[in-house]
């Protein structure tokens, strides 16, 4: 377990990150030219490191940053239509500070819970190889060595639900996977050694606008967050009653 500060080191450590090749080359030409509406802005151009609370209870693991998103801002979900959705549900269940994050410097604190990534870099079409994925693994395992207070994984997307798998396995938290393997499902649960797992479907703009995911349903899913990390209901849910738990 460590502190504020091995983190801090350990964000520092990742954000200069050279180990993929093809991860480096695409963040960095997505840098240099620029989405239209952000082509007066510096992107940041380099592995995301994680960021929340240092004594979370909840790690949300996402897929990878977002080539005009994170890559551009420097922070997880920061500045796309994903963390849009993300971080009202995270405010509406108590862990964020506000609904909206559109920069690194924008005041937003998160309470009990961090928010981390299986691979750090923005991929190409947004699908890593399978040899990006475990070249990026040891930062997470070093990452869940120093957060001692988490208690439960919430997966968003299949991705994140296999990468959280082999990321148990890799610190020692399981000594082999685990047979049969848990299935992902929106609101699906496993227990995982010490660590509870929690199924969410990605707040993709092609989950959201289809309705594949919901309001209610990422609602659910955080309040059952809350309850698995043995935590208490938050004062205020946005102005909304507390929604009943979906499993799909």
Same mark, same amino acid.
């Given at each position: 377990?460590?502190?504020?500060? %091995? ?9 200069? +990150?050279?180990? +993929?090749?093809?991860?480096? &080359? ?20 380099? @592995? ?7 004594? &979370? ?41 506000? @609904? ?20 750090? +870099? ?11 994925? %475990?070249?990026?693994? @040891? ?42 393997? @848990? ?5 699906? %649960?496993?227990? &995982?050694?010490?660590? &509870? ?34 935590? %208490? ?16």
């Amino acid at each position: 377990m460590g502190g504020a500060g %091995e983190l801090d080191s350990l964000s520092h450590a990742v954000s200069e +990150c050279r180990r +993929c090749p093809r991860l480096v &080359a695409w963040r960095e030409l997505i840098a240099r030219e620029r989405r239209a509406a952000f082509a007066e802005e510096t992107y940041w151009g380099r @592995p995301v490191p994680a960021f929340g609370d240092p004594h &979370a209870r909840v790690l949300i693991v996402g897929l990878a940053p977002a080539a005009h998103g994170a890559n551009r801002t420097g922070r997880m979900f920061t500045g796309d239509r994903s963390g849009d959705f993300l971080f009202a549900a995270l405010h509406r269940a108590g862990f964020a500070s506000q @609904p909206s994050s559109i920069a690194r410097d924008d005041g937003l604190r998160l309470r009990d819970l961090r928010i981390t990534a299986a691979v750090r +870099c923005a991929p190409p079409a947004n699908k890593p190889t399978p040899a990006e994925r %475990e070249l990026c693994l @040891p930062w997470t395992v070093d990452e869940l060595q120093l957060l001692g207070d988490v208690r439960l994984l919430l997966c968003l997307g299949a991705f994140a639900w296999d990468a959280a798998l082999r990321l148990l396995v890799a610190s020692g938290s399981l000594a082999q996977p685990p047979r049969p393997k @848990p299935r992902f499902g929106h609101g699906a %649960e496993a227990q &995982a050694g010490r660590y &509870a797992l929690l199924g969410c479907f990605h707040p993709s703009q092609q989950n959201t606008f289809t309705g594949k995911l919901t309001e209610p349903m990422i609602d659910a899913v955080l309040v059952r967050a809350r309850e698995l990390a043995g935590l %208490e209901a938050p004062r205020s849910a946005g102005g909304r009653d507390a929604p009943a738990r979906t499993d799909r």
